[in-house]
């Protein structure tokens, strides 16, 4: 997907000036097409694969039943999650996306406020942005708690990437209950000194 955003990025680049030549613009948009057509077709082998499986074909329906996940960005998430051992703890899941909160230390008395990591797989939380973002949007339960976070004073991006981790324990939850989403469940609205930002 970085491919087809840089591509797409160039062609608005070129289209917006009237010194590229006509030959350039053409051949980038060939190229724009010819890319479009091998994610379509990846997709549809990726989907096959999954169908052809029953834990995956399970999972890959328990993504789409989260707000915001839909058939592309399941297989995103999918295919990063995928990948990691069985027995690994939610906590562990947390640390590989780079979705964990680090401490900063300036001196010896300077605390700078808590952020993500990012020392995990960007892929993964790139994978989740989007649907943060829709979710965050659309979905009530979801945002409530997002709009809960802000009133304990987080910023916008704090209470996203909050939002983002706590959608990837969902994740974690529904693949090990085999239940779909439930928004009451797994977003209830937040209490103070319960659940933190870093939580």
């Known amino acids: 997907m970085q491919v087809s955003t840089r591509l797409k990025n160039r062609i608005r680049k070129a289209e917006s000036t009237t010194t590229t030549p006509q030959a350039v613009l053409h051949d980038l948009k060939q190229a724009q097409v010819a890319l479009l057509r091998r994610?379509?077709?990846?997709?549809?082998?990726?989907?096959?694969?999954?169908?052809?499986?029953?834990?995956?074909?399970?999972?890959?329906?328990?993504?789409?039943?989260?707000?915001?996940?839909?058939?592309?960005?399941a297989l995103q998430i999918l295919s990063e999650l995928v990948l990691l051992p069985p027995g690994m703890t939610v906590r562990e899941w947390v640390a590989y996306s780079g979705l964990d909160p680090a401490q900063h230390l300036s001196g010896t008395s300077v605390h700078k406020p808590p952020h993500i990591s990012r020392a995990g797989n960007r892929h993964l939380r790139r994978a989740l942005y989007k649907p943060t973002l829709s979710a965050v949007r659309f979905d009530p339960h979801i945002r409530a708690f997002y709009l809960a976070l802000q009133a304990r004073h987080k910023t916008g991006l704090q209470a996203m990437m909050a939002v983002e981790r706590k959608l990837l324990h969902t994740i974690y939850g529904i693949f090990k209950s085999g239940k779909p989403f439930n928004g009451k469940l797994h977003f209830r609205q937040i209490q103070l000194g319960v659940e933190s930002i870093a939580g």
């Open 39 to 73: 994610l379509t077709k990846m997709r549809r082998e990726a989907v096959k694969l999954i169908q052809a499986d029953d834990t995956l074909r399970e999972q890959y329906a328990l993504l789409m039943s989260i707000p915001g996940i839909a058939e592309i960005s």
